[in-house]
């Protein structure tokens, strides 16, 4: 399970850093209207790799270790 866990946050952290410069990069584009779709930078890809990010911690947390 441990393992799971920390898959997720690695998961996590990766859409962290690719919905933040998507976000960016949006946002310093004069031609595009911002937030119009989710593949222009809305918060959807950061909410989930939040959700992501957290379960992966619930996870790594609750779980013992078997050594």
Request: charge should be neutral; proline fraction near 4%; avoid cysteine.
């Amino acid at each position: 399970m441990r393992t799971l866990s920390l898959v997720l946050i690695a998961l996590g952290m990766i859409g962290l850093v690719m919905g933040t410069i998507t976000f960016v990069t949006v946002a310093r584009a004069a031609t595009t209207a911002p937030f119009s779709m989710e593949n222009y930078g809305g918060p959807g890809p950061i909410l989930g790799a939040v959700v992501l990010l957290l379960g992966g911690l619930y996870l790594f947390t609750s779980t013992h270790r078997e050594d």
